[in-house]
Every structure is written in C-alpha cells, then in structure tokens.
C-alpha cells in the first residue's frame, strides 16, 4: 500500500501555504509537494534567501511572501522540496519524483495549489535566442540577481510586463522601450469596469505608479502594438512591430539581443485534468479553468483546487482560497462542524469578494485579440517540440483533422517533452479559426502521465518498490 497522508498540498505559492499552514493549525496531518528548492511559488520565489537589497529592489508586495513562509514554518506542516509530481488520479494517488526516487503516495484530501504559468503565444521570432518569457527573466532576477546584460525590449499584455520593466528600472537595466500589445480600445471597453476595480484594492493605483516611474525613468511605451516580429539570423537582433498613435498606425524597429514577452497567465491544468476534474472555458479569462465551488471543491471526491490554479485571481485571492480549501477539508475529515467552517471562511470569503472585483476590468483591458492568439504566418513554429508550423496545422485541419486531438495524433504537435504546455492553447486557436467555431468547443489535448518527464529507469524503480 501507498504510504497514506491526511492532506497532501500540490505546490508551496501563496495558495499551498495558506492552506497547509491552517490544516497544520487545525490539527491534520499534512505534507506539500513542490518542485522549487524553497517555499514561496512564483510571487515569491527565494524569499527565504534572497539578499535584502534585491529584496527591497523587488518591492514590498514581494517581501509580504516572507510572513507566509514564517507561519508555515511554524505550523507544523511537512515540506518536501524539490519534489516533482508526475500524476495525480481520481483517487487522490499522487506520483512523485524526490531525490531521483519515484513513488506514489495517497492522500485521503489533496488540494493541488501548482498556481498558473505564462500564456504561450506564438509570433514570427519567438523560438530565437535572445527572446524570453518575461516570468522566466523575473525568475532569474529573483534567484540569483541576473539580468539581461545589454537591456532589454518587453512586450505583451497584462500587469507583469509592467512590474518587471519598473523592477529593472530600480536595478539599473536598461528598458529600451515597453510594448502593449492589447488594443487601444480595449480601454474603452474596460471604462465601466473601472469604479468596480478601483473597490478592490490598490492594483489600480501600483499599475499607475510601475506606468508613471518608466516614462520619468525615459522609458517609451508604445500601445496598440500589432504585427510583432523577432529578427535575427540566428539570435534576436531586432523587434519590428506596428503601432498607433492618435489613430495613426505606425512602423518600427528597435535593434536589441533581449526581447521578453508575456501575454498573461493561465491555470496550469494538467494535474487537474488527468485527475479527471471537469474544466470549464471562461470568457473572461480566455482560457480553460477547473470547476470549483467557493471552497475549492472539483467533481473530484477529496479534490480541491486553488490560487492561480483554479482561476487567475492572483496572489491574495490565493491566500484566502487556499485556507478555505483547508477549512473544508477539516471539515470533511470531521475535525470541524460545517458551522465552524462557514464561521471561520467568512471573512477570507468577504476579502476574495473584494479581491476579485479588480478581475473584470483587468480581463477586458488586457483581452487579447484573435490576431495575437491565431498565429497568421503559416512558417510561425507552434509547437517547439517537434517543430511544428502554424501552416501544417491548418493543412491537417483542412485535410479533416478537425480536432486539436486529432491534429495531435496526426502531427505530434504536443507529444514532445513538454507535453502541450507550450502549444496546447494555439493549436486549440487555430483549429477553431479554421473551423470558424469558438474555441470553447473543443476539447483541450488530453493529458496522459507523466505530466513531467520521467527516466524509464525511475519509472522502474517505482515498479520494483510496488512489487
Ligand atoms: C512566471 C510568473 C511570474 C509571476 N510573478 C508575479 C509577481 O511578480 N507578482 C505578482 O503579484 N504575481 C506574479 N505572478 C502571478 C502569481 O504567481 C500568482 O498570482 C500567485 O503566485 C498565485 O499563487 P499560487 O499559490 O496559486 O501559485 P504559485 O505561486 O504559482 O505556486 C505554485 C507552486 O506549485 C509548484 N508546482 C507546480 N506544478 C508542480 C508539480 N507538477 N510538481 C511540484 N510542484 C509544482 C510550483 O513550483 C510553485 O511553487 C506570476 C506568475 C507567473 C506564472
């Protein structure tokens, strides 16, 4: 038999923390899994050691992450870092790498809190050296102080591009320019939202001041950009990209060896959906989400899901998702009434309220528009993997693999190491475009195990253990 934990907790971000630590507090027996040497997920990554400079560099919404990781620590939970899971079933089996060592173990609650990863979107020149996500380029600055030597372009939507341009502004990098790829007049549409959003919290008012520093800082930032395009013969050595400026488009190129790009993020939902967890398409978002109820719940008997996973909402909305979830799951293992549960949850159900009312206006302003999601170049590669093109998927689309699956089995777009995370979502785009249906109707690749790499000589260690 499997050895048996009470709540295992699927990644160690805010949402994990959160809830292990009240689970620990609540009296369970709990364990978190995540891949990352230490605590704190993508928000907070190397909070336990980062230097107090590049920590007061990061802001101080990055050094908040420190007093999770304190109460977690004190909390009585067990953590296992670098440990990887590699599958998750409907029976709360949960297959896990640790020191080289595969296992399954079982859980009799899991909440999987494995947060969100950036949105692949593929555009001519991404796969040339030189251009990166702009989470991985955070990534490098947060853990070991690395940036891009000569400065840098950033490119996409959303509030991280943002961030990470002020970010190396206060280290000294050099921001060459900042290009918002959302239409202008997703403004507009976002107008109305705005009284609802400015009620949520400060998001508004740090989005202005990240905005305000960069053009003091000299930084220039061009919206409405469209048409972008990395260069180089083999590494990036220009950014082309059209752009608007009072109903003009306009043309330009800016010579640089970095770009870093980021087009929002989505949940990860690999472990969610091998686990057999319904999923739904949400509007707003743009992408497929994990069903849940306000506590976190799945379809799933014993499985919940929160933060980032369950939904984009961002990192307080997964404080207090993730001790919900673990509220529930005291109450599902009888150590708490349903009233102490509802008592307890209802002020972390009150502040997600809040929370969330910055979504609407964020999701529209940010939207993204279906010439960035559905590649026009059929020579744009989409799947890296097994170099796959935009245009061979739109031929095997008109050769009646009229399915992402089906496009799948027929061009291997998908089967590479990286299992689909980096082309599942365009290859969904361009089938519906082809199709001239929405998105929504098709069903995202399946998900097989392992959802992580696998040696076949780990995956027979695991046999011999079992035998
Ligand atoms: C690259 C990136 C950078 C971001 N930077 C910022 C930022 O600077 N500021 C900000 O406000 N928001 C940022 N966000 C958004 C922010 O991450 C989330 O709002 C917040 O971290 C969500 O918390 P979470 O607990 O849901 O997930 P996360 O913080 O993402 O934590 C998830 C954890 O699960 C672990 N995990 C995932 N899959 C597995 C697996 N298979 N096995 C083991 N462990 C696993 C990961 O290692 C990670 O530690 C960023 C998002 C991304 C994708």
Redesign the pocket.
């Known amino acids: 038999m499997p050895k048996s934990y009470q709540l295992v907790v ?8 959160c809830a292990a630590t009240t689970a620990a507090q609540l009296g369970m027996d709990v364990v978190v ?4 040497p230490s ?7 190397a909070i336990t050691h980062t230097p107090a400079g590049r920590s007061a560099l ?1 802001g101080a ?2 050094q908040r992450g420190a007093s999770l990781v304190e109460a977690f620590k004190t909390s009585g939970a067990q953590y296992w870092p670098q ?4 599958s998750l079933n409907a029976r709360r089996q949960i297959g ?1 790498l640790r020191q080289g060592q595969a296992s399954i173990i079982q859980a009799e609650r899991v909440i999987v ?6 949105r692949p979107v593929p555009f001519p020149g991404w796969t040339l050296p030189g251009v990166m ?4 380029a ?2 490098l600055l947060k853990t070991s102080g690395v940036v891009p030597a000569n400065g840098t372009v950033i490119a996409g939507t959303g ?2 591009p943002l ?2 341009a002020w970010q190396y502004l206060r280290a000294g990098v050099s921001v060459k320019a900042v290009l918002e790829c959302s239409p202008t007049n997703n403004l507009w549409r976002a107008a109305p939202r705005l009284p609802q959003a400015l009620r949520a919290g400060d998001y508004i008012a740090r989005g202005l001041k990240y905005t305000l520093s960069l053009l003091n800082g000299g930084v220039p930032i061009y919206y409405g950009v469209s048409r972008l395009q990395a260069k180089g013969s083999d590494r990036l050595e220009t950014v082309d990209f059209g752009w608007e400026r009072l109903g003009i488009a306009r043309r330009k190129t800016l010579s640089t060896d970095s770009l870093l790009v980021h087009f929002g ?1 989505i949940p ?1 939902t ?2 969610t959906r091998s686990a057999g967890c319904h999923h739904v398409w949400d509007r707003g978002q743009q992408c497929w989400c994990p069903q849940v109820d306000a506590w976190g719940n799945t379809n799933v008997s014993g499985l919940a899901v ?4 369950a939904g ?4 307080r ?2 404080e207090h998702s ?1 001790r919900l979830a673990a509220l529930e799951a005291a109450r599902s293992l009888h150590l708490i009434s349903s009233q102490q549960r509802d008592r307890q949850g209802q002020a972390d159900l009150n502040w997600m309220c809040k929370d969330l009312r910055v979504r609407p206006f964020l999701e529209t302003l940010y939207r993204l528009p279906d010439s960035l999601l559905v590649p026009s170049d059929d020579d744009t590669i989409v799947c890296r993997c097994e170099e796959i093109s935009a245009g061979e998927i739109r031929n095997a689309v008109r050769e009646g693999h009229t399915d992402p699956n089906q496009a799948k089995f027929y061009l291997r777009c998908g089967m590479g190491p990286c299992q689909g995370r980096q082309c599942a979502p365009a290859v969904a785009h361009i089938v519906a475009a082809e199709n001239q249906r929405p998105v929504s109707d098709y069903t995202p690749f399946r998900v097989r195990p392992p ?2 790499p696998l040696s076949i000589a780990q995956l027979a260690d695991l046999e011999r253990a079992e035998e």
């Open positions: 699927i990644g160690a971000g805010p949402g994990g923390l899994l995540d891949e990352q605590p704190g997920g993508q928000v907070y990554r990061l919404d990055y440990t990887t899971v590699w896990i809190a494995s947060g969100a990863m950036e996500n702009v989470g991985a955070q990534i509030p991280l961030l990470v993020v990860r690999n472990l929160v933060g980032d996973n984009i909402g961002g990192a909305s997964a993730g959802i992580r």
